[in-house]
């Protein structure tokens, strides 16, 4: 059965579209069919991790939401440039970064069900294992429909206080929403830190299992958004606890 995994985090700023796309990678490598949806349309990017030009980008969420276009239009299969290979697969659509289609999201707004219908869509057509949906900081709308359709909802957070408040709100909110399950990762983490003590004391806060916690890392910084970091450098132990996350989700 597909797999409809919500990557979220309370504020701007946790790495949460990083994440997601080293995620996708690290399933699709593995020999799942993964699409990325970018939902975060007032300040879309995780295009760039995956080395999609926008001279390139004709179809987006956009045109899909605005009754312009198929959602299957705009799935952009980047998985080749990447090494994925069959029966692998990566497919991302996009969000525009035009500053009109933007202005006009956020003046108008969209209809949360015809982007429902668009994952629906998109997991039958293209025969997905897994679809992830990169998600707006915060709460709206938007967020609610997400976390409600999702098998998983994959919170992420830093070890800081606002983020530890933001996050327990959006648990709650999760919780009520009568979300299937719920993980946490721990991102940006000083390496400095005890980390088992870390995932233990913040397991115990929220009552949820922490999937993963990954350190703050010089070489993940450096690459910034230049490529996906786990593809980059299949070696590194941060590359090696996405594979232990990306396992996690295909046990259950």
Not at 86 to 110: N, T
Request: glycine residues 8%; negative net charge; charged residues 20%.
């Amino acid at each position: 059965m597909p797999i409809v995994i919500s990557v979220h985090s309370y504020r701007g700023g946790t790495g949460k579209s990083n994440f997601t796309a080293n995620l996708a990678a690290t399933l699709a490598l593995g020999g799942q069919r993964v699409a990325v949806v970018d939902t975060d349309v007032p300040s879309p990017g995780i295009h760039n991790l995956f080395s999609l030009e926008p001279e390139h980008i004709e179809k987006t969420l956009n045109t899909y939401l605005w009754g312009e276009s198929a959602i299957e239009e705009a799935a952009y299969d980047v998985g080749a440039g990447l090494g994925v290979t069959a029966p692998g697969q990566l497919f991302l659509v996009p969000a525009s970064i035009k500053a009109d289609d933007i202005a006009r999201i956020l003046k108008d707004g969209y209809d949360v069900r015809r982007l429902n219908d668009g994952f629906r869509s998109l997991v039958k057509s293209l025969t997905l294992d897994y679809l992830l949906i990169d998600t707006h900081p915060g709460l709206s709308k938007e967020t609610f429909l997400s976390i409600a359709i999702s098998h998983f909802l994959l919170l992420i957070l830093r070890p800081d206080k606002q983020d530890y408040q933001g996050t327990a709100v959006v648990v709650d909110v999760a919780r009520q929403l009568k979300t299937r399950r719920m993980l946490l990762a721990l991102n940006k983490v000083h390496p400095q830190l005890n980390l088992e003590a870390l995932k233990t004391k913040v397991e115990e806060t929220y009552g949820e299992t922490v999937a993963g916690v990954f350190p703050l890392s010089e070489r993940f910084v450096q690459l910034a958004s230049e490529g996906v970091f786990c593809v980059q450098y299949p070696d590194h132990p941060i590359s090696a606890e996405f594979r232990r996350v990306a396992q996690q989700l295909r046990e259950v």
